[in-house]
């Protein structure tokens, strides 16, 4: 024997009715099939009740809407020959519920007793139907087999006396194929027309599954079986192959509707397998239940969690104060308050002082809720024992769930530490001793980036995600584009790693989308649909996209830029930066950029300050972290002013030597920032701040070569000027070339005293062959004090630096 239940987006459609005539037809065994009531019918009989009862006679298009669809059904999906003996059934049901609906409506009152009966009849009509599809099927009617008993509100399965009816009905007739309506039962006592609750089909099924043991229970509906994740927030949420019962029953608690939560137990407790499977994709394999823990080899077997599940309508109740401290039976008359007034908690979460004791409700249950624990305490609270019940509304619960964080060390140090990272409070906890469900407790803003971090962090997604905000799209922000661009397929296929750039802005405008930017085509994007934004309205929009695993990109010279880095990493997000003004800014103000970003869990990082591409700042914390110590630099620092000292000749003057650089890209948009010696101080104030010492800007001896009148007024105006040095420069280079020397714009420090100028330096130096672009630092440590540690290679251009800023990203997303 072999149970399969039919939910009603399944039966609601003629295809979905033609599917199931096929899936059934395919079966060699028995088959009991219960059927829900067509897809949003149920909903719309309870609308006719409650229209019915205020005396609108809009019931009455409602009434019609139904009889319609249901005849339309027929129609459509049962056989001609069927097709008159099943209107008159139906009809004839609809007639009686028509008559209810009327004395409702002329009384103008609903009971419970009612409504139940009138709703029952979406099961009798879908049952008749979906019989009337197949030849020689039984039709049964499942008030006459499953029997209930009042308790509080709702009505439960009286296990005993159903057991008996549906084992004695089923082995007193051999049809291959039985059918009969899923939620509609009866009571036992006076035979009055009860319900299972919405969802109860499923529960249907699984009763009569364990009444007969069944060798498996299939449940068919309009998904694939249980997710990861709900889809419709995670993109690449994929289907559980297999769960046991523990893990189904903890993901359906909270809030994976797939199945109906009672379902579970009838099914586990006969150990009858739940197969769970789409109607419209009847090939896909589906999700299997068991009492089985994964195997070694399957998929499932290697991850801690399976899955993650929600509910997004929780108040949280705070009951505190120092007088239910070591006090016996608190707890019990909390809860048995909430019991006798029919209210569920789903979680509770106590303080191990006792002092305080949280509990989640639904939404709709916790003013009613409140008032019932202020009535429970009132005496305790008139004396000043027990403070004010505390509701907490528009929060969401998650819980993750899996039997693979049983024994499992840091499960839950690695979730809150992956919360916490991005910027997600946590306003309550538990987790039970089973260790197979972890709950928390969030504003409802944070369910979406809470799901989408979880599911990424616990590998459930196929690849890790990185969203980036990218500020700048000249020569390094438009290089590092490229690079993103070629490297994104190679990345998900061998780091499982997707770089998704979900806003980009330039100097004027910004484009923003959180499911990705085609960036192919950015620049024409942002002037056809970029809106108008300065850098603090990126930052708006950036805290309020509020997306995991963010970071920021900054690929620009802007100080208005390196201003939002603050508020960046107060709001958990990273920042990535080729831009030196927040780094070698005041010191007070680069200290607290660290210190944010180390308080927040995320990552603060500008290696192209310096050297571009070239990896000198990790290596000097590498060096400082494994107890070396820093005692002095030197080195060649400007890429760009190596290039001009490099090319000028006899043939290249000074003046055109400064606009090849700038021509190559290796210059800064303003290249007084490099002839003023700004951008080497810059570099090298940076680098001694990560050495270790408090160094400032006005604390670096300054020996430059360009007189300061060239540095004041407009960009144009220094150009127009330039030209007037070439001169002199020729003349004094022509006595270096002579001498066997050459000029190198050297930067030092030692002991955290600090100087930048022009030396002339001979062939023993190592800083006479640096060719090109090329930057070189010597760095004297402890360690390596006789022979100083040596980094060289190309220290400007758009591509190296880009490629720094890209390696950066890489780092953290924890890829070197």
């Known amino acids: 024997m072999k149970v399969i239940k039919f939910g009603g987006s399944s039966v609601g459609s003629a295809r979905g009715l033609q599917n199931i005539k096929e899936i059934i037809e395919k079966q060699s065994d028995k088959v009991v099939v219960v059927v829900s009531a067509l897809g949003g019918i149920t909903d719309s009989l309870l609308e006719c009740c409650e229209l019915a009862s205020n005396g609108s006679a809009t019931y009455l298009e409602r009434y ?79 008030r006459n087999l499953i029997k209930t008993e009042p308790y509080f509100q709702r009505h439960i399965v009286d296990f005993t006396l159903t057991n008996d009816l549906i084992v004695s009905h089923f082995s007193g007739h051999d049809s291959k194929i039985t059918v009969m309506g899923g939620f509609i039962s009866s009571d036992k006592t006076t035979g009055e027309t009860t319900n299972l609750g919405r969802g109860g089909s499923d529960y249907t099924a699984s009763v009569v599954a364990a009444a007969l043991g069944a060798k498996v229970l299939e449940i068919f509906t309009d998904v694939d079986g249980f997710m990861t994740a709900d889809p419709r927030v995670i993109d690449n949420a994929y289907v559980i192959d297999r769960l046991t019962f523990v893990e189904a029953m903890e993901l359906c608690n909270f809030g994976a509707k797939v199945i109906y939560p009672p379902t579970i137990f009838p099914a586990y407790n006969s150990d009858i397998p739940i197969v769970v499977k789409n109607t419209y994709n009847p090939d896909c394999k589906g999700t299997y239940i068991s009492k089985e823990v994964d195997c070694a080899d399957s998929p499932g077997a290697t991850k801690s969690i399976k899955g993650i599940s929600s509910i997004n309508d929780t108040a949280l109740l705070t009951i505190r104060g120092l007088g239910m401290v070591g006090v016996i039976g608190v707890n019990y008359r909390i809860f048995k308050a909430l019991a006798k007034n029919g209210i569920s908690v789903f979680l509770v979460s106590q303080a191990s002082s006792e002092n305080t004791t949280s509990i989640g409700v639904r939404t709709n249950d916790a003013d009613f809720a409140s008032e019932v624990l202020a009535q429970e305490f009132a005496t305790e609270m008139a004396m000043g024992e027990i403070d004010e019940v505390i509701v907490q509304k528009d929060l969401a619960t998650v819980a993750i769930v899996g039997e693979g964080m049983r024994h499992t060390p840091g499960i839950a140090g690695k979730l809150f530490g992956t919360l916490g990272r991005n910027g997600i409070n946590v306003i309550a ?3 039970g001793a089973s260790e197979t469900n972890i709950s928390f407790v969030v504003k409802v803003e944070s369910l979406r980036k809470s799901l989408n971090v979880i599911h990424d962090s616990f590998f459930l997604s196929e690849y890790q995600v990185l969203n980036l905000f990218i500020a700048g ?156 110590k820093i005692l002095g630099l030197k080195a060649v620092l400007s890429g760009t002013l190596n290039y001009i000292f490099n090319v000028i000749s006899e043939e290249i003057p ?55 009148e060239y540095f004041e007024g407009s960009v144009e105006r220094f150009w127009e000027r330039i030209g007037e040095l070439d001169q002199e420069f020729e003349t004094r280079r022509k006595i270096l070339a002579a001498q066997g020397r050459k000029w190198r714009f050297v930067a030092t420090m030692e ?17 006479y062959n640096l060719e090109g672009s090329n930057n070189i630092v010597l760095i004297t440590t402890t360690r390596y004090n006789e022979y100083p540690l040596q980094i060289k290679g190309y220290g400007a251009g758009a591509g190296v630096t880009a490629a720094g800023v890209f390696a950066d990203i890489m780092s953290i997303a924890n890829i070197r």
Not at 508 to 520: D, V
Not at 688 to 703: F, H, I, T
């Open 64 to 142: 019609e809407a139904i009889r319609e669809r249901h005849t339309q059904a027929v129609e459509q999906s049962v056989p001609p020959k069927m097709q008159a003996e099943v209107y008159e059934g139906i009809l004839r049901l609809l007639d009686e519920m028509g008559n209810i609906l009327r004395g409702v409506s002329l009384i103008q009152d609903l009971s419970p007793k009612t409504t139940a009966a009138v709703v029952s009849y979406g099961e009798r009509l879908s049952s008749l139907i979906v019989s009337a599809i197949f030849e020689n099927a039984a039709l049964v009617d499942a």
């Open 429 to 431: 906890c538990a987790q």
């Open 473 to 628: 799209v000249g020569l390094v922000g438009n290089n590092l584009i490229e690079q993103i661009c070629g490297q994104q397929r190679m990345l998900i296929e061998q780091n499982s790693l997707k770089i998704n750039v979900v806003g980009i802005s330039n100097s004027r405008k910004s484009i923003f989308n959180r499911e990705g930017i085609e960036l192919e085509n950015y620049s024409s994007l942002i002037d056809e649909k970029g809106i108008p934004t300065t850098p603090d309205d990126v930052a708006d929009e950036i805290v309020k996209m509020n997306i995991f695993n963010s970071v920021f990109v900054d690929c620009t010279a802007s100080y208005e830029v390196s201003s939002i880095y603050e508020r960046l990493l107060s709001n958990n997000i990273s920042v990535v930066t080729a831009n030196k003004i927040a780094a070698s800014s005041s010191y007070e103000h680069y200290s607290m950029l660290k210190s944010t970003a180390r308080a927040r869990g995320v990552k603060f990082l500008f290696e192209t300050n310096v050297g571009a591409g070239l990896p000198i700042i990790n290596t000097i914390n590498d060096l400082r972290n494994s107890g070396d």
């Open 654 to 708: 000074f003046s055109e030597a400064v606009l090849l650089a700038k021509q190559a890209g290796y210059a800064e948009p303003d290249p007084r920032l490099d002839l003023s010696g700004t951008d080497v101080i810059r570099k090298l104030v940076i680098l001694s701040r990560e050495s270790g010492y408090m160094v400032k800007q006005s604390n670096v001896e300054k020996n430059l070569f360009v007189p300061d």
């Open 751 to 767: 002991q955290g005293e600090c100087s930048v100028g022009l030396e002339e330096v001979d062939v023993n130096s190592p800083f």
